[in-house]
């Protein structure tokens, strides 16, 4: 196999996607490894699991910044001191600077819980729930400057049961969303998907 790829995760909270990408990249034969976890929370739930695997984290607060660009320009900093290749975004709630999404770009992934293009933003499994939406699941798509709206790698369905609360619904939607992230990393890791022109193509 060839050298894994050196992988970043930023989260903001729970932190259990993040956690998904730690336990499938212990296997010898994932492609890529977990090598920082960047936090823009500092008591984000989800640091004390990559510290307790080893994994380097970095937290520090985006309100220590006075600008968006200066914040992003640290944690591009941090990437690069970490000789990071590609980077996953797991529950990272901050709008990205659109030149911190064009340095990435590519080499950036972000998870949603939704069918994307529909349902983007927040409050995702309220929105589908109003909507009387029957399938919901959610999407792994490269990051682009515009929120939610990169070229789709992959996404996993689930149905909307009757009764669903945003809780169970999100439940549901989380137990795919933790096979699907570290499905489609492996495909970037391993050169099966590339961002071309605006669009995923799968090589
Ligand atoms: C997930 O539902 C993910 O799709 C969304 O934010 C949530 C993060 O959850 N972007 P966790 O921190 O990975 O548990």
Request: hydrophobic share 50%.
């Amino acid at each position: 196999m060839t050298a894994k790829k050196r992988a970043a995760i930023l989260i903001s909270g729970r932190g259990s996607n993040m956690r998904a990408l730690i336990e499938a990249a212990a296997a010898p034969d994932y492609p890529a490894q977990i090598v920082l976890v960047f936090s823009n929370v500092e008591d984000a739930a989800g640091l004390d699991f990559a510290r307790a695997h080893g994994i380097d984290t970095v937290a520090v607060s985006h309100k220590t910044f006075a600008t968006r660009a200066a914040f992003d320009a640290f944690v591009d900093a941090q990437l690069e001191l970490h000789k990071v290749e590609l980077v996953c975004l797991a529950g990272y709630m901050r709008i990205l600077s659109d030149a911190f999404a064009r340095t990435w770009e590519g080499r950036m992934l972000n998870i949603h819980p939704s069918l994307l293009p529909l349902f983007p933003g927040t409050h995702v499994h309220e929105q589908v729930l109003a909507a009387g939406a029957t399938t919901s699941g959610c999407t792994v798509h490269f990051v682009v400057p515009e929120l939610d709206a990169g070229p789709t790698i992959a996404q996993a369905q689930v149905p909307v049961l009757a009764g669903d609360t945003p809780e169970t619904l999100g439940a549901r939607v989380l137990a795919q969303e933790h096979a699907l992230y570290p499905a489609a990393l492996a495909m970037l890791a391993d050169g099966k998907v590339a961002m071309r022109d605006g669009h995923a193509v799968f090589v």
